[in-house]
């Protein structure tokens, strides 16, 4: 089996797939920036201030979040296992992850079982934003949901 990452993957885990017969290819062609600095900054220098519902489903999220903060935020975190709660572990000691999961389906299923009423999502990608909303706004009903971009995406 061949496939195609277009992310570049640590060696070992190439190496170890090409044990079980599957060859990996790494081919990165989407590259992604941090936006304007200091309006992320100003942004997010707002909501440390705040107790908000946090959500992070990625790990850069996490680091792009932290980068820019003056202080530890005092937020309730929602977030996926693995490198993303390692980063919210790393960068937000004292924040309270309430809920993490495997993936984001199961990650909202706890959100709806918790019965938030507002929740802010940092995403990386702009196009997510509106995707998001629309699907977040259907399925949760009366919730209020803010997304802050954190990252601009070019395909090279």
Known sequence: MNVLSTKILDDAIVKKAAE????ISCLPFIESRQINKEELAATINMLAEKQINA???????????????PQQPRWTIYCLFG????N?????????????????????EQI???GLREIHFFVAIK????????????RFCCISIRCTQLRQRRIK
């Open 20 to 23: 079980h017969s599957i060859n």
């Open 55 to 69: 959500i992070f489903t990625s790990s850069k999220s996490v680091a792009a979040v932290a980068s820019v903060l």
């Open 83 to 86: 490198a993303t709660k390692q």
């Open 88 to 108: 919210v572990q790393k960068y937000f000691p004292e924040a309270i992850i309430h809920a993490n999961a495997k993936d984001s389906a199961a990650l909202a």
């Open 112 to 114: 709806i079982k918790d």
């Open 127 to 138: 196009e997510w934003i509106q995707f998001l909303k629309s699907w977040l706004t259907r």
